[in-house]
């Protein structure tokens, strides 16, 4: 069974960094794309940060220059790396992943930025 996970959410002071882990297992075939997504309370799902298996990376305005994603070689695991983190960027973050055409989600992991 093919499952999405995220980790590395938390709780962090206004001005601090995270770094989320999104990991494919289950499937022996790579992701084309993984993104980012967040959810905060009363608001609907935005898209975060996004890659390709080319490298090509696309990102939110509102996180232009403060997050960064990457990933492994082999398009299994993505990371989202978060730094000079605001209250509002305070949500619950997705990861999205597409496998040959089929688009699974992660449960998501909670961060919490607050002094």
């Known amino acids: 069974q093919v499952q999405v996970m995220e980790s590395g959410g938390g709780l962090v002071q206004p001005g601090g960094s995270l770094r989320l882990s999104c990991v494919i297992s289950?499937?022996?075939?790579?992701?084309?794309?993984m993104s980012w997504y967040r959810q905060a309370p009363g608001k609907e799902r935005e898209l975060v940060a996004g890659?390709?298996?080319?490298?090509?990376?696309k990102y939110a305005d509102s996180v232009q220059g403060r997050f960064a994603i990457s990933r492994d070689h082999a398009m299994k695991t993505a990371y989202l790396q978060m730094n000079s983190l605001k209250p509002e960027d305070t949500a619950v973050y997705f990861c999205?992943?597409?496998?040959?055409?089929?688009?699974?989600w992660g449960q998501g992991t909670q961060v919490t930025v607050s002094s």
């Open positions: 999205n992943a597409k496998i040959r055409g089929k688009e699974m």
């Open positions: 289950g499937s022996i075939y790579s992701a084309n794309a």
């Open positions: 890659i390709v298996s080319g490298g090509n990376t």
